[in-house]
DNA sequence: AGCCTGACCTAGG
DNA sequence: TCCTAGGCCAGGC
């Protein structure tokens, strides 16, 4: 079963409707995304995605998107490197050296089923 | 159609 | 423990 639905939304729909399940105060990986959505090999897509979530109609929480080790690796593309780290601390995200804290505890497993 | 890039992840030295 | 190398999938040129 290659093709799903007509819908078939694009790898990058895919992400940017996860990440925007995603709860204030939480985060999560992009392998955990990947993974969501079917390819866990697909992490790198992940990144590549919220590079174009720009493009996405809808807001896209990039900021609550994190890697494995819970480091704000993606700060950089944002407009300002301190604004990812601003809006995880305004959700009430604790982030110390551009690395989340607790990030066990931030962090939230996505999941397709509502 | 082929090569390069990228906000990652895992493994080996 | 830090550094290097490879694989991975999709998009851009």
Do not use: C
């Given at each position: ?34 993974a ?34 819970g ?37 939230w ?6």
């Amino acid at each position: 079963m290659k093709k799903q639905s007509k819908e078939n939304t694009d790898f990058f729909v895919r992400v940017y409707q996860l990440v925007r399940k995603v709860p204030k105060g939480r985060v999560t990986s992009y392998g955990a995304i990947a993974a969501s959505i079917g390819s866990p090999r697909a992490a790198r897509m992940v990144g590549w995605a919220m590079n174009a979530s720009h493009s996405s109609k809808e807001y896209v929480p990039a900021h609550r998107v994190v890697n494995r080790n819970g480091v704000l690796t993606g700060k950089h593309h944002f407009p300002s490197i301190n604004t990812m780290q601003e809006l995880l601390e305004a959700e009430g995200v604790k982030v110390v050296n551009d690395k989340v804290q607790a990030f066990e505890k931030v962090f939230w497993i996505p999941r397709i089923k509502d």
